[in-house]
DNA sequence: CCCATGATTCAACATCTGTTGAATTGGAGT
DNA sequence: ACTCCAATTCAACAGATGTTGAATCATGGG
């Protein structure tokens, strides 16, 4: 006969999935993506790593879970943005591609270092889930390049595809490397290295593909609202 | 009375730490750093586990092996160049400096991810053993662009440190994402991809530094040899 | 008041990880 | 021919990982 009476039961207050999430995000941020343990999210949440496997499928599926809470309010404002048919300059709207990038991604370095780690294992790691959130993305950014282009605003001989990439991937770099790396290597004062580094990225960016290099870039908007 | 009588011994070929770097290097190159385990290092190289720590004391230390064999002749060479005092324009020596990283690099996908996965952890991931590595270099690159700016070759407000990372990081990116990436997530044919996106990047680079861009680059080497 | 159901926990599983100690072999030196 | 040492292998360790089944609790409905 055995003598069972241990206390497990619920804790008193519901545990939302939400803040399981929260919690994954937190410990990606810091361990990365392929080393953070279900056993440290579920020490992070403040409960047993079982009941991750109650609300979601797998760790695949939670970080499924994770892309789809973020990507989508990017998508629009990009896509927005893309369709818009205003007169705004071009450079103000590429400006405000990387505004809006910043202010979904700044705060969020669990969902960089998942987007980092994923994409960068290459062709086969890049795994289709990301794949499609990121394209409309890019597609997005592409757009608003090749219409500068049909404008007259950047030169002719730019290729949009490589352009996108370069804005999107330093945009992301900066944010993450400018701060912890370049102080370590190249003895830069760390200070408000994030907004000097993509400001003196758009800057060098933009003489980059304008037609008119010499014309400086109009005033723009401060980065975060 | 145990019967043990096991065809234990060694291998009639010996085996040269060497073949156990580039194996490890094979499997860095497609595992990512973290994820690459010893027994699959072993695999590769075709012998045991065990043999890896007859010759080297720890993973770590085998790590080290593997940036000690490639780093220093990037060092040198980057050094001598930086260190040349003859009258070559600005723009060919920073060109100069993108075909070295690139000869160095182009054929080495594990020693990149590795950098990569390393540096891209953040402040504490950078172990001391890369940072030390990666600082002679990015110093080099450095002395060049404030050179530049000295000869009133660039623009006074380039900031060196900063278009330093600008430059080394996006070769990183372009040779490892422009091949796999790109094609797959913005429709680029991928061709000659990487000779395309090194060449488009450093013409967007130059006129983004140059104090006069709207004067031509002048003709460049090709990036190999 | 009872019970069904949803939420939570415990304990264990198989597997993989880096690492080590002892056993075994081949060949070089004498 | 014998010895000794370097090189290699085997087997096992302790710990971590993703995952699951069953047990427990809390609570709301009837």
């Given at each position: 006969m055995p003598a069972p009476a241990r206390p497990?039961?619920?804790?008193p207050t519901r545990m939302d999935p939400d803040q399981i999430l929260d919690a994954a995000l937190a410990v990606f941020a810091r361990e990365g993506l392929h080393a953070a343990s279900l056993r440290a999210i579920a020490r992070q949440a403040g409960c047993d790593p079982a009941l991750i496997y109650y609300h979601f499928d797998s760790k695949e599926a939670m970080f499924a879970a994770l892309l789809a809470r973020r990507f989508p309010p990017i998508r629009q404002e990009l896509g927005r943005l893309a369709e818009e048919t205003g007169e705004r300059p071009t450079a103000l709207r590429l400006w405000e591609a990387i505004r809006i990038l910043h202010r979904h991604l700044k705060d969020d370095p669990g969902i960089r270092s998942l987007i980092r780690g994923e994409i960068v294992r290459g062709a086969e790691g890049l795994s289709d889930l990301i794949k499609e959130q990121i394209r409309p993305i890019a597609l997005s950014i592409r757009q608003l390049l090749a219409e500068g282009v049909a404008r007259g605003d950047l030169r002719a001989e730019v290729q949009p595809s490589l352009t996108t990439f370069f804005l999107v991937r330093m945009e992301l770099e900066i944010l993450d490397?400018?701060?912890?790396?370049l102080p370590r290597v190249l003895d830069l004062p760390p200070g408000d290295a994030v907004a000097n580094g993509l400001a003196t990225w758009f800057d060098l960016y933009w003489r980059g593909i304008?037609?008119?290099?010499?014309m400086p870039l109009p005033p723009l908007p401060r980065l975060d609202a």
């Open positions: 497990r039961g619920p804790k490397l400018v701060p912890t790396v304008a037609r008119d290099p010499s």
